[in-house]
Structure formats: C-alpha cells, structure tokens
C-alpha cells in the first residue's frame, strides 16, 4: 500500500500537466501512486496521462466518460485511492523539489488527520509571493498536531484542498466529499478541518500555486461565480448541525466568508457589472443571515469600513469606495512607469520620422488583399511561412503575398517573389495595411494588431529547450523583455503546431487567447511528398555520389555559452565514416554561421553548408542526421532515416538552458554523450541498429503523425477563407 495517493484532475491543461507530473514522481520518496484523472478534457492531457502510465506503473488514469468539474473528478480519484494519505493537486500546479520527503517524515511521525503544507503564487511573469502562512503562526507551528478550536486562526489559511495532505480513512469514514461547482475547496476543506482531531501543519513550501495569465477561474467573468454563495451555505449547515460543540468557531469562519465573497466581488474581473449590484445583495443577505449572536469586532481600517457597508446593504457607498481605490492604484502605477524612464532619447530620435509614417498609414484602409510574410527576423525566405506563402499561391489566387526582408537578403529570394526591405517606408506600409501577417518569430512591438486583420505565428520547430515564460526559470533566459513578449503573443491569431506536444508546450510558455492549429508543419510537406528523383537532383547538385554515405551534422546554439562549439572533429569523424562518408556541417542561423574549418585531409569530402538557403534540401540529400538539442529532428524524422542524438553537454544544458524534452531518453534513434561514443556509433552500425530502428519508430509516432504533405494547404483554407481549395483536416 502506498504512503501517498496523489489525486491529479486534468481538464484543459495541457501545457502544464508534465511538470505537475514530473514534479512528483521525481521526488525522492517511495511508496506514491498518482491517479490521473481525466474530466473529459478536449485537449491532450488524457493522451498525456496515458504516456506516463505507460512508462510508469505508479500512475493509473481514470478516464471521466464526459467533463464533470473539479470536485466530482477529485471524488472519482479518490475512489481509486489506496494509499494512506491522499493529496489532490491540480494538474496546473507543481510540487517544489524534494519536499515529498520531509512531507512523509512528518505524516510517519504524528499520523494527522490532515497536514497543511505552505505553498508560494507562482506567477506568469516568473515572480512569486508567499502564502500567509508566517502571519497566521508567527511562531513556527512545530509538529504537534490540533482541534481547530485550539487554533482557530488555522481558518485563515488558504481554503483549497492542495495544501492539505488527509488521511484517506478519516475522509472516509466521515464522508467528506467535494461538492459539484466552482469553489468547491469551500465545502471541503472547512468541514475538514472542523472533523479533524488531528492537524498538523509544515511550515515548508510544498506546492507552488500557479497564477496562469489565461484559462484559469479566477480570471474567467460571468454569472457562476455565484455558486460560491452555496459552496459557503454547505458549511454553515454543518456548522449549525454540530450545535454548541463547534459554535466557538463561527465568528472566526463568518470573517472569513464575508472576506473570500468580497475577494470573489473584487474589482470586476470576475463579476460583469451588471451582475455585481446582485452579488453585493447576496453579501448583504448572507451577513444578515450567518452573523454570529455574539457579535464580530470589524476589522480595522479600510477592511472594516466594507463590513459596515455590507452590514448595511449600502452598495452604491460601496462601489464608489471601490472606484478611488482603482483611482489610487492608478496613479502609483504611473508614477512608478515615470520614474523607470522612457525609450532612450536616441533611439526615439532615429524612429521618429518612421513612426509617424506608420501610425499615419495606419489610419489607411487595411488592403483586404494582402498577406506580409517574414521569416528569422527578416533574414529572408524560408521555413514555414515560405510554404505557406507557395501554397496559398495556389490555392488562393486572390491574396496577394509580400515578404519583408533585409536588406543584405534581397538576392536571396527567388525570382518572382514580391517584397520590399525591412526599416524602410515601404516596409512600414506593408506592415501597416496588411489583411494578414504571417511569421516564424513575432513582428517588433510596435506593430499594432488592426481591428479585422490576422496575425499568424508559425513558429520555427518542435521545442527541445524552453521557452517564452517558461526562460524565466533559467538564467539565459532571464535577459528576456518578457512583458514585451506577451505583449506581442497578444496579437496572435492562430499559432501553428506541427503535433499535440508542441501544442501543449506553447500553450505554457506563450499564454494568450490565440487559437492552435494542430495540423502538421507546412515546411514539412516537401519532405512528406519528395520524391527519389527529387532526392538523386538535389545530391546531384550538391556534388554527391549515389554510393555515398551523406551525413548532415546541425548542432544548436548555446545562448549560455557564447562561440560553444562541441567537441567534434571532422578528420576523425570522417576516417571513422569510411572513404565513401560524405559530411554536410550547418551551423545555427543565431552564430551568423560561422564557418568550420575545413579538413585540408579530406578537402572533397567535408563541406561547409550553413549557408545555403533552404535546409530542406540538405534534409533530403542527407542519409544521416547528427544533431543534439535542434528541432532539425522532429523534421528529419519524417524522412525515416537515422538519426544521432549527439549530447556531450547534455547535464550543463538541461540545467542552465532547460528542455521540454530528455533528448537521451527519448531519443529519436541512437545516442552518444561524448565524440568517442560517436565515433563508435558509426563504426559499429548501432545507428541502425533494432533498437535505434524500434526508438526511431517510437519519435516519428509521436511527432510526426500530421506531416503528411498537406499543412500548408490546411493552413491556407483555415486563415485565407473559406473558399480557398484544400483538404480536410488532419487525422
């Protein structure tokens, strides 16, 4: 039997549920199960569920035949308990390290009914606040457990049931079950504590409690915020039915009501303004109806002026109190931008004049048939958008496509392709009155996103290390501006994704209300579709034989570790390929690739390739892909053909860069950690080897099931129109 049954509910969490996941099975601590349950989610966490379990017999999904919301799914779980404690945690939140093991040494020593544990806010934009916690005990707590009566200011604690771990016989054999609704911690975690004999409480932060920028609860408006009213009902029924012996706790809990309830009414972001009249009545009411006979000293100050005013029904006093608080903050928020300073003088000066052009053209008509493409910063014409540009070419004649390029890539696009150069006022224009803005990375921020116009984020490759908010963690990532970043994630339309774990991870690392569309990478399709004629003119034109082994090495930049190559040697890699190896070298477009030097051993069999322009072609010229922590990857694998993962820095990188994805153990084919290990994977056959075959198959399963030779056109029939020709989705 397990110490700990962690009750994990999934419902449109995607994007966090592997690190909820992997923040508790990494523990060190045996004796845990994790019973992921599955609400009937749309999106892809019962398929990540299901990955886990199959690679981990200590999860066991539960699949819900349709969504029944948190509570009933948190009952469900329970049901499949079998450990001595049950924690539920939230499939948007994760446990902090190692902290399982202090949590099971106190749970051994003292046996509690319940065990609260401290947690931090875990905001979108990398920061974190602390729990009150250290003002309800001032005083470490210690280990000694307690009635609630003995220290009721437990009641002040935040009510969610995360932050409890409970003996699974004590919720038993009192029935305590969640309730259905929103706020259903309420109607839980009250009686709970109120039941219990024993509670427990460790000052140590187990839980960090994630504030999500978009899709959570809290910061979702409308009318069933209102069931917070019969969640807190619930407990003053069994209040009123457990008589005098629990009587002493009412103030306490009536203090807290009317405090959660005018947190719930806020400043607007949760109750529309027509409704929040109505939900001050409901306060009103319910201060009348629950007031504890023996009085309740108001709080002081502000806090206790809006429990006279709900005392007394008074909600226009009310509001009107609320809109100077709004005032105040108000100004405190732009005094503290007038104190940071402004855009450097210089650089407002070097703009100005094209600023001005582009907020004049924006007040032109937006040009109902133009699409502006950009690719890498406008380093020219490539990767998704280029396919997209080329499909809707075909397939929607009317859009009339315009790339933004630098001025150093001209040359560089092919003939026919319209542009104009990228700082100039052409480029501003297009900017300005374009339909459509279609690109891998974000446009500059001063973009403005045009009532009616569509903008397009194609996204550049599957992701192996994090990113957008995700960096924050990370110390590389932290030179980021990431409220410039969301701020230009907020113009997205539509992000494209290329496979479910794409999705997942830029639904955590770039959160906004944009819509995905899952359908296969439009730069892929020409690998879906070449044919070996295609490959024979390409190896042709490339100067390589029929006979050869052509192997493309791509390895990723380092942003932590500025000018990194890897240890590789291509004398000796090419002695250990044999007199018929052929070795293609790109560099990342990031290390303005920096040429390798030429093996003057081998001068017709080593060839510097980071500069041609389409890496698609060296993907069908190649036979073999060597990589380490590049998306090149998941596009070389819709070739089935081998791959090398290549990782001699793999801890420094996973720790300082951090990845979405352990490259080593869910590698693509066959693995080397140092140029030794490599050399002998070519020497020994191992890169098609069963094993690396049975791991290729496995990837390409997992990634690569959408890139069937038609994204781009799915892409351009879902963002062009209607009547634009092309296939139905992917599946």
């Not at 005990?137 to 220290?151: D, H, Q």
Request: net charge positive; charged share 25%.
């Amino acid at each position: 039997m397990a110490l700990i049954s962690f009750v994990v509910p999934a419902y449109r969490v995607q994007g966090y549920l592997r690190e909820c996941l992997d923040s508790i099975l990494g523990q060190p601590v045996a004796g845990i199960e994790v019973i992921g349950v599955d609400d009937g989610s749309p999106d892809g966490s019962g398929e990540i569920l299901a990955e886990y379990a199959a690679r981990d017999q200590r999860v066991r999904p539960l699949a819900l035949p349709a969504n029944r919301g948190l509570g009933p799914a948190r009952n469900a779980g329970l049901d499949q308990a079998t450990g001595d404690y049950v924690w539920f945690v939230d499939g948007d939140d994760w446990l902090a390290p190692e902290c399982l093991g202090e949590v099971a040494e106190r749970l051994r020593a003292t046996t509690p009914d319940v065990l609260v544990v401290d947690h931090v806010r875990a905001w979108w934009d990398g920061s974190a606040t602390r729990s009150g916690m250290r003002e309800v005990f001032p005083e470490p707590p210690g280990p000694e457990t307690f009635r609630l009566r003995e220290r009721p200011a437990t009641i002040r604690l935040l009510h969610t049931a995360w932050n409890k771990v409970l003996r699974r016989e004590f919720l038993l054999e009192h029935g305590l079950r969640f309730a259905p609704g929103w706020y259903e911690d309420v109607s839980f975690t009250y009686p709970v504590l109120i039941r219990a004999r024993r509670v427990g409480v460790l000052d140590r932060v187990c839980v960090n409690y994630r504030q999500r920028r978009a899709g959570a609860i809290t910061r979702t408006r409308g009318e069933r915020h209102f069931e917070v009213f019969a969640q807190w009902h619930r407990v003053f029924v069994l209040l009123d039915e457990a008589g005098t012996a629990e009587e002493d706790l009412r103030p306490a809990l009536f203090e807290r009501m009317i405090w959660h309830y005018l947190t719930v009414l806020g400043t607007g972001e949760r109750i529309p303004a027509d409704l929040r009249p109505a939900f001050f009545d409901r306060i009103a009411a319910d201060h009348a109806r629950w007031r504890p006979a023996q009085g309740l000293p108001a709080p002081p100050g502000l806090e206790g002026l809006k429990h006279r005013l709900v005392a007394t029904g008074r909600w226009r006093t009310y509001n009107a109190l609320r809109g100077v608080a709004r005032v105040r903050d108000t100004a405190a928020h732009t005094a503290q931008r007038v104190r940071r300073g402004a855009v450097p003088a210089l650089r407002r000066v070097r703009d100005a004049g094209l600023r001005e052009y582009y907020r004049a053209e924006l007040l032109r008509p937006v040009d109902p048939r133009l699409a502006v493409y950009a690719a890498y910063w406008y380093r020219g014409y490539a990767c998704n958008p280029a396919a997209i540009y080329e499909a809707a070419r075909r397939l929607a004649p009317h859009v009339h496509g315009v790339w933004i390029v630098r001025r150093d890539r001209v040359d560089s696009l092919p003939a026919g392709v319209d542009y104009v150069v990228a700082g100039t006022p052409a480029g501003y224009r297009a900017l300005a009155q374009a339909r459509w803005l279609v690109n891998n990375v974000n446009f500059p921020n001063f973009v403005r996103k045009r009532p009616g116009t569509v903008h397009v984020q194609t996204h550049h490759g599957t992701p192996v290390k994090v990113m957008g908010l995700d960096q924050q963690r990370y110390p590389v990532g932290a030179v980021m501006d990431f409220a410039g970043l969301l701020r230009r994630v907020d113009r997205w339309d539509y992000s494209i994704t290329s496979n479910s774990f794409s999705t997942q991870m830029w639904e955590r690392a770039y959160p906004a209300a944009y819509t995905t569309l899952e359908v296969g990478y439009p730069r892929n399709d020409r690998l879906a579709a070449a044919t070996t004629e295609e490959v024979l003119r390409i190896r042709a034109e490339l100067g390589l034989g029929v006979g050869e082994q052509v192997v493309l090495y791509v390895p990723t930049h380092r942003e932590h570790l500025p000018g990194y190559q890897p240890p590789f040697d291509p004398g000796q890699f090419l002695a250990a390929l044999g007199p018929a190896g052929r070795l293609l070298m790109r560099s990342h477009y990031f290390d303005d690739r920096d040429s390798p030097v030429p093996d003057p051993t081998h001068p017709d069999r080593l060839r510097d390739v980071s500069g041609y322009p389409r890496v698609e072609d060296l993907y069908l010229a190649a036979d073999v892909l060597v990589t380490d922590y590049s998306s090149a990857m998941f596009d070389y694998a819709v070739l089935d053909r081998p791959i090398v993962v290549y990782a001699p820095d793999w801890a420094a990188y996973r720790l300082t860069r951090g990845v979405y994805l352990d490259v080593i153990a869910e590698a693509p084919g066959a693995v080397a950690t140092d140029f030794a290990g490599l050399l002998d994977v070519f020497r020994s056959g191992a890169l098609r080897d069963p094993s690396a075959e049975e791991a290729r198959r496995r990837f390409r399963d997992r990634f690569c099931r959408l890139d069937d030779g038609h994204a781009a056109e799915r892409v351009v029939r879902r963002v062009f129109g209607a009547d634009v020709a092309g296939p139905g989705p992917a599946g």
